[in-house]
């Protein structure tokens, strides 16, 4: 991923912001279909060559900025216990990748990512997310399932289903699936 | 999909056979990123005007020429029980979509499919193998998970994790994922 070449601060990160600003300006006005990278460049104030240099083709540029929208901007809300904590998350995770503007992100990011380092990102800010429930719960003295086992458990089928299999795609779902996965742990 | 519309025999099928069959040659000859619809309709013998009227454009009739090639060509084999024959077909299932072509093809039937239909179809596939492998173990009298909760135990963890975090697949992980869902019922 370009991103992660970046310095903040630099040049290259100014040149990277204002290109991911372009096409999320871009996408608002003409739609995300009718992008082009001349159209982006020019909007950035830089070169469509310094876009395909860094970016390789409009494909990619779209898939990084695809995972900065997908990035939790908060830590998951405490609500009182593990269950509770990793419930409310289970279910703005579903609600938020299962709507039409999370769809588009999800697709974005794993097409344009021939190194799989985007999609591999996306995994990771909600493996992170877990982390930080469960490590609370750890701190109150529960015990937790790990972080994997909750990822194959409540993350894998609500991704799997927002991609494959999109029937019956609810609140109720994810709350069942974090049910199940505490159903052998917990306090 | 436009495989759904089409009348077996009739010349609508014979079209999409030859266009398939020029797609599946020329992808081996040339390579899947050097392919064009022009190319491919002078292989098929047909004009590109009848490969756009169909598909639309090569992503979506990439992403049929995908479904086709992940579609099982056998039932599930016979080991014995349910744990050994849903164990091997875990294994294999892993097996085929981890390796390059099957991500490939997976990638392929997620890209060009904007109503969803082909990725629906390869998750179809998927639940067949094991309705066919759970009845089976219904008929000698087996206690079974049911197929949504092995598409959520099994297959959904495979897929999420070959397109969103590939670290650590191996036929190890699938057997556990296996017998992790049968811990709870089986004989």
Known sequence: MSRQM???GGRSARVQESVHTAVRELASEVGRDALTVPMVAQRAGVTPSTIYRRW????ELLSDVAVERL???TAPRVHGDMSADLTAWAEQFLDEMASPAGRAYIRDALLGDPDG?????CSAYAADQIGLVLTR????????????TVMDRVVAPIMYRILFRPEGLDAAYAR??????LARTGP
Chains 1, 2 share one sequence.
């Open 117 to 121: 380092g985007n999609a591999g990102q």
């Open 137 to 148: 719960a750890t701190e109150h003295g529960d015990e937790t399932p790990d972080v994997e």
């Open 6 to 8: 970046v310095r903040p």
């Open 71 to 73: 990035r939790p901007d």
């Open 176 to 181: 069942s699936l974090v049910a199940d996965v």
């Open 56 to 59: 390789g083709d409009l494909q």
